[in-house]
């Protein structure tokens, strides 16, 4: 190969466009692979593991152990951090293809194709534009960034605590007089 592939989205020869992890000759074909690829894409590598976990399909095992596998590529071969990672790119090439055949009617013979693939997923870490931009819409959604379980704890208990205030202050609001229903005692029925 003369350059550097164009899905791994580095356009500069000879530069490392991330870390990468390489499943070879996975008994499965490679548009089925891709289905599962399209969903994780460009995405953080938490969110992309949880998508993973809930997909129902058997390529999504595959691609989510490439997945760790390619993490700890990073942290171990390049020491990056693993909450700072994203997939940058990952794509399925076909792989070697067997070819099997099935007896038919009269004599013939109908050919299986026994497909094959090569997934490769290469990771790398967030820009500083893309780190700010996510931490933005962390806070947007009213969470704030903690890893230890100690502080989310108590950034839990800070929450309750806010939303009992606030309750206490609207049931001791002044309520305007109702009208009360009046009941007959001679009937018992309501005017």
Same mark, same amino acid.
């Given at each position: *190969?003369?350059? #550097?592939?164009? /899905?791994? %989205? /580095?356009?500069?020869?000879?530069?490392?466009?991330?870390?990468?992890?390489?499943? *070879?000759?996975?008994?499965?074909?490679?548009?089925?692979?891709?289905?599962?690829?399209?969903?994780?894409?460009?995405? @953080?590598? %938490?969110?992309?593991?949880?998508?993973?976990?809930?997909?129902?399909?058997?390529? &999504?095992?595959?691609?989510?152990?490439?997945?760790?596998? &390619?993490?700890? /590529?990073?942290?171990?071969?390049?020491?990056?951090?693993? @909450?700072?990672?994203?997939?940058?790119?990952?794509?399925?090439?076909?792989? #070697?293809?067997?070819?099997?055949?099935?007896?038919?009617? %009269? $004599?013939?013979? $109908?050919?299986?194709?026994?497909?094959?693939?090569?997934?490769?997923?290469?990771?790398?870490?967030?820009? !500083? %534009?893309? *780190?700010?931009?996510? !931490?933005?819409?962390?806070? =947007?959604?009213?969470?704030?960034?903690?890893?230890?379980?100690?502080?989310?704890?108590?950034?839990?208990?800070?929450?309750?605590?806010?939303?009992?205030?606030? @309750? &206490? =202050?609207? @049931?001791?609001?002044?309520?305007?007089?109702?009208?009360?229903?009046?009941?007959?005692?001679?009937?018992?029925?309501?005017?």
């Amino acid at each position: *190969m003369t350059g #550097p592939k164009l /899905n791994e %989205k /580095n356009r500069i020869a000879g530069s490392s466009s991330g870390t990468r992890a390489r499943a *070879m000759n996975v008994r499965m074909s490679a548009s089925k692979v891709r289905v599962v690829l399209n969903l994780i894409r460009d995405a @953080d590598v %938490k969110s992309a593991d949880n998508t993973l976990v809930l997909l129902q399909r058997d390529s &999504a095992h595959d691609v989510r152990k490439l997945l760790a596998s &390619a993490v700890a /590529n990073a942290v171990n071969n390049d020491s990056k951090d693993a @909450d700072d990672l994203y997939v940058k790119a990952c794509f399925a090439d076909e792989g #070697p293809t067997m070819k099997r055949f099935r007896p038919r009617a %009269k $004599g013939r013979a $109908g050919q299986i194709l026994k497909r094959s693939c090569h997934i490769t997923i290469v990771v790398d870490t967030l820009t !500083e %534009k893309a *780190m700010a931009s996510r !931490e933005q819409s962390i806070e =947007a959604k009213g969470a704030t960034k903690t890893s230890s379980r100690s502080a989310r704890v108590a950034a839990s208990r800070d929450r309750v605590q806010k939303s009992v205030a606030t @309750d &206490a =202050a609207v @049931d001791s609001a002044p309520v305007a007089d109702e009208p009360v229903a009046q009941v007959s005692t001679e009937s018992g029925e309501e005017n």
